[in-house]
């Protein structure tokens, strides 16, 4: 007889995992809701992208090109790099999950930051290493903290650049020194999510530094400006070994058929990408002005959303906006797990979104004034 009180264990670590809580996308008795909880594009993909996905649906029965063959050529063509430098995943929180899976284990430390990304810890934890978080400065990632905490057992370093949920940036001046500072086994990880939509002469994903160096790589993904996060695609570029070394652990098929075709159009229409990326730059400082008018402050974003910081006073809290605002409609992220316990991120959504948000807001804001007065 087996040993009945025995039983199935999780490694080291699984346990103490947060899991991760997506963007809310329904209010109880709402029946329009404005989800602007997960910065989804308000726009949706391409046409030619949704044309290649239906012109997939007379194959389904045969297995995917396991190489994404035509998705990393497409991708190499538009950024000049060289196709075997790319691994493709199912969604970019694959290959964050591919890159800890493969350089991480028990006794390592992976670097992430106050604000972080939630994804990287979770992967770190998943794989039994340590995440050691540093201070942000301003909302902003602070490369002399990250420099001050490398050991000898750091492995990685987790930048998201653009951050999520700050939507602030590091200039590549600052990235460079950054990857100067670190020693030659540490892999600098590049998250650039948002890079298509930033619009600064002093902003660079990484591309040139990845090229460079044997310990950096920078991922990317479909799901924001491409308008594809139901298909879950992402893409990494970077050095052969550490390439190589992902695409010996990956799935055999890690990227679904319809994925593949509509990601490759997607990238292919450079028109439709600069029309999302401009609507967005619009719509960015256009938030940014009318909630400051409000007497709200928002961090400067360079995204497409912002995380907008409410006033610490009875009412007007950020759990107080969450409500009245999902009460309209309008859900956003609350974003307390990120350290932001009295703010809120908004995603850009359509014209109609983001102006009832405002009046929203702006009808939040002046129930206070008539509380003073009263
Ligand atoms: C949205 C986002 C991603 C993209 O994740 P996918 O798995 O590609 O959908 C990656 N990193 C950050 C910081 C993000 O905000």
């Keep these: 007889m087996p040993d009945q009180s025995m039983k199935p264990t999780p490694r080291p670590g699984v346990m103490d995992i947060a899991a991760y809580v997506p963007g809310k996308d329904h209010v109880e008795g709402v029946a329009k809701v404005y989800k602007l909880s997960s910065n989804e594009t308000p726009l949706g993909p ?77 992967q770190i934890m998943a794989n039994g290493a340590t995440p050691v978080t540093v201070k942000e400065k301003d909302a902003t990632v602070d490369v002399d903290a990250i420099l001050a905490a490398v050991t000898d057992k750091t492995r ?21 020194r950054l990857h100067a500072g670190l020693p030659k086994n540490v892999i600098l990880v590049l998250d650039a999510a948002y890079a298509e939509y930033v619009r600064r002469n002093d902003y660079e994903a990484g591309l040139e530094l990845v090229a460079e160096n044997a310990n950096v790589v920078m991922t990317r993904t479909f799901s924001k400006i491409y308008g594809l996060a139901a298909l879950r695609v992402g893409w990494l570029y970077g050095p052969l ?19 593949i075709a509509a990601a490759t159009a997607a990238i292919k229409d450079d028109g439709f990408t600069q029309h999302a990326a401009a609507f967005n730059a619009e719509w960015i400082e256009t938030l940014t002005r009318e909630l400051t008018a409000l007497g709200l402050t928002v961090t400067p974003s360079v995204t497409n959303f912002i995380l907008i910081h409410f006033p610490d006073e009875d009412g007007l809290r950020a759990p107080d906006a969450d409500r009245f605002l999902s009460s309209r409609g309008y859900v956003l992220r609350a974003v307390a797990g990120y350290g932001f316990p009295n703010a809120l991120r908004m995603s850009v959504g359509t014209d109609e979104a983001n102006r009832g948000v405002i009046a929203a807001l702006k009808d939040f804001m002046a129930n206070k004034a008539k509380t003073d007065a009263a």
């Design 156 to 176: 990685i370093v987790f930048v998201a650049n653009p951050g999520n949920p700050t939507g602030t940036y590091v200039p590549f001046s600052e990235i460079r």
């Design 46 to 122: 391409s046409p030619k992208a949704i044309e290649a996905m239906r012109n997939l649906a007379e194959t389904l029965a045969l297995y995917p090109d396991g190489q994404a063959t035509q998705l990393r050529e497409a991708i190499a063509a538009k950024y000049g790099l060289n196709t075997k430098n790319i691994i493709c995943g199912n969604g970019s929180d694959e290959l964050l999950g591919l890159l800890a899976h493969v350089y991480l284990g028990e006794g390592d430390e992976a670097i992430i930051t106050e604000h972080g990304f939630l994804v990287y810890k979770i």
């Design 241 to 259: 070994e550490i390439v190589g070394a992902m695409d010996r652990v990956r799935g055999p098929f890690n990227l679904n058929a319809p994925a």
